[in-house]
Every structure is written in structure tokens, then in C-alpha cells.
């Protein structure tokens, strides 16, 4: 189903590899893109543009200054990944535009009542990437085909295959 | 099964959140502990060690100065993580011990011939942290009880609920 994803509060200096890791998670496991809140940052943007640009699209980002208008203003249900909500493998999501939200480390209580869903990849602190990858590869699975590849690889059992399509 | 995992090659300034992130996403999801390499990092022991006490364990995390070493005095199989190779779905791992290795940002070659099995999580550039959760998940499935936990949250629709058991 078409999903995208939200990732809330991002701070360059701090953030800059956990929001990259969730933009690519998202662009791996099938979502149509990344929006994120917080503060701008170009070089992040452009480094999901250059993964996009050799390994295939589509796949979007874009940012938005107010995670609520985003949330608000998505057209479809939506899901926020949190270690308190429901347990995932027990919450029945209809088919649609899905908005799966991830947040920083300071989740406005609001978030919780926004979103359709509260879903916990497990009650345990561990990672918003993790969450985001469990959850999308429970919904989506892993995606395989990307157009405009300029690179693709071809799994083996020992070494690294990259092929040029 | 009985798990442990190796992150290879950690720096303390650049990779901190992301190895805590992997250890976390260990515990989470099941194994018993991690071993890591690269440069010794007491703060990030630190924090794992106060996550355990606030949450419960059994978990374990040790230095190994040398991944080599790690991977060679496993008793067990040895499953590396890599975009590089096969499907993790089609991928069959008997049943005992497993060390689990996932890297930094360069593997040296020779862990392709030390591990049993390079395994991908998806063909496509994403995050160590995703790769370990959609596998650990894959083996073993969210982990729900651990012993000596002060706290536990009870699962809800909205909101948050931790409570002291």
C-alpha cells in the first residue's frame, strides 16, 4: 500500500545519520518518500537525491516546518511508531495511503491523539529505525524493483556483485 | 535461538547513537548480547548497562579489540550481515548458536570468508541498525519478558503507561 513517512523533529548536526538511516529504510521497504520536520538540511536531502540518483527511484523528500499540519493535512490514516502503543502483529491497518510517523526523542503528547494508530515495535527502548524497518517489512516487505537504477546488485554468497543495468 | 552480535569497527564521536542503537535493537529482539570492536567506548557501555538496569536483562555488552578474534573463538554459526548478500529469507540457519556481524561503513573482505553466511535484508543501501531488527525478527521476534525490570510499559491505545512492576 502507499506509504509514506513522517520523521519528526530532525536537527542536522545531531540527527544527520538517524534521519538519512530512516529515509533510506523507507525508500528500501517500499515507502514513496520521506517528509521531515524540525530544522532544514540540505546536505541530508541531498544525500537521499544521490542515493536516489544511483540506486533508483521513485522516491521522495520534502520538508515541512509543522510536523501537525503534515500530519493533519495527509490524505489517508496514520501511524505513529511508539514503544508505549499496541502491540504491531495486533493491530489490523485497512488498505490505503498510509502516514507512518517517526519521531526524535521528545514526542509531543499531541502525536498520540493525531494519529489513527499508536504502534509499538515492542513495549523495549531501542531505535526508531528499527521500528520503522519492522513495521514497513510487516506491512510492505522488502522492495525489490526500483526504476532509473543506475546500480543494482546481485546477491552471492561471498564477495560483492554490482552490476551497472 | 541463543544470539549474539558483533559490531564491528565503532568510533566513539561518529557512530555513538548508532551502536547504542544496535545494542538496543539486540536486546529488544533477543540476543544475549554484544561484542563490538573498534574504540573502546565507556559511555556507550555506560548507557547500555543503565538501559539494563531500568529495563531488564539478561544482556551483555564486551570489547574485543580485535574482530578477528571475536569471530574465530565463536562456538557457533556466523551469519554477517551485507547488502551484498542473499536473501535473508531464502537463507535456511539451523538451529544454535549465532553471532550475528554487522560493520561500520568498510568491512574488510576477509569477514565475506570468516562468516557462514553473508546475508541480505533487501539489496539496497539502508542502515546496520534495520538490518539487525528485520533479521533479529525474522529469527527470534520481539522479545517480551526480561528479568530484574523496575520498569514496564503496559501497552495503550493512546498515551503513555510505564509502570513499576
Known sequence: MPVTVLRMGHRPQRDKRVTTHCALVARAFGAEGIIYSGVKDPKFEETIHKVVGSWGGPFFVR??????????????????????????????????????????????????????????????PHSEIAALAVFLYHISGVKEEFDGARLRITPSIRGKKVNIP
Chains 1, 2 share one sequence.
Open 63 to 124: 520538508y515541512e516546518k509543522s510536523w501537525r499540519k503534515a500530519i493533519r493535512e495527509f490524505k489517508g490514516k496514520k501511524a505513529h511508531l511508539t514503544m508505549y502503543g499496541l502491540p504491531f502483529e495486533e493491530v489490523h491497518i485497512p488498505k490505503g495511503n498510509l502516514l507512518v510517523i517517526v519521531g526524535a526523542e521528545k514526542v509531543p503528547g499531541e502525536v498520540y491523539s493525531l494519529a489513527d494508530y499508536n504502534i509499538a515495535i515492542g513495549s523495549q
